[in-house]
């Protein structure tokens, strides 16, 4: 599959039109009065939409996956000025993230609120197989000798994958694959809307985000209130 081959995926236009429009209105008032896109996360709405994507990754993570307490919301205007994040890793080359077939237990998941391409700051991935460090990881993860110089190996470009999405859509990464948000531009028609969060698979330690270090806590859309559960 693409997730194991690569180290991300892309779902397309998983939610709809109708919740996706109300998300990005909300989003687009906190801008326009000067408030965080963050705060969206006070109102049902934010909750809502990833109620709806509870079980979309389980072909990925297996069933009963948890949403992590750590998630972020941009608003990208549009013009030259404005990027996404620079390039960086969600987490270390942890074994404890992945499984012996390569899927992870780890991922990010990035729910696209307006279509997304590179004149607006589409999200770019470097594939797993282009990647000189997590081959690295790869090779002393399963018993064979690593790399010793990988940190100094150059980065072969064309493993650089753009990752446009429409609307709706939700993309996603290993938390160890290097990723970064692209630059808008002047032909931008509307800025980069997105959420980013994390979910874990069901059978593996809990992680420890923005909210507790103890490692016990996660989202659970089974008791009232969506409350954090310990």
């Known amino acids: 599959t693409q997730v194991t081959s690569e180290g991300f995926f892309c779902l397309p236009q998983v939610l709809e039109s109708e919740t996706v429009s109300g998300l990005r209105n909300m989003i687009q008032t906190l801008n326009a009065n000067q408030i965080m896109p963050i705060f969206a996360a006070v109102y049902d709405e934010f909750w809502t939409t990833l109620y709806k994507i509870r079980d979309l990754l389980s072909p990925i993570l297996g069933p009963g996956y948890r949403l992590v307490p750590d998630f972020w919301i941009w608003h990208i205007p549009t013009g030259n000025k404005s990027a996404g994040w620079a390039p960086h890793r969600d987490g270390g080359f942890n074994p404890d993230n992945m499984r012996r077939d390569g899927t992870p237990t780890l991922c990010t998941a990035w729910i696209a609120l307006t279509d997304v391409s590179p004149d ?15 081959q690295d990881f790869l090779r002393r993860y399963s018993g064979r000798q690593g790399i010793a110089n990988a940190g100094t190996l150059p980065i072969d470009l064309s493993y650089v994958r753009a990752l446009p999405a429409s609307a709706g ?62």
Not at 120 to 134: F, I
Not at 210 to 220: E, L, P, Q, R, V
């Open 169 to 230: 859509s939700v993309i996603g990464w290993e938390v160890s694959v290097m990723h970064w948000g692209g630059r808008s531009s002047a032909w931008a028609e509307e800025p980069r809307i997105s959420i980013g969060v994390y979910y874990q698979a069901a059978q593996r330690s809990l992680v420890g985000r923005a909210f507790d270090n103890s490692g016990t806590k996660f989202i659970d859309y089974e008791n009232p209130g969506c409350r954090l559960s310990m």
């Open 120 to 134: 607006n700051a589409c999200m770019y991935a470097l594939s797993k197989r282009g990647d000189p460090l997590y």
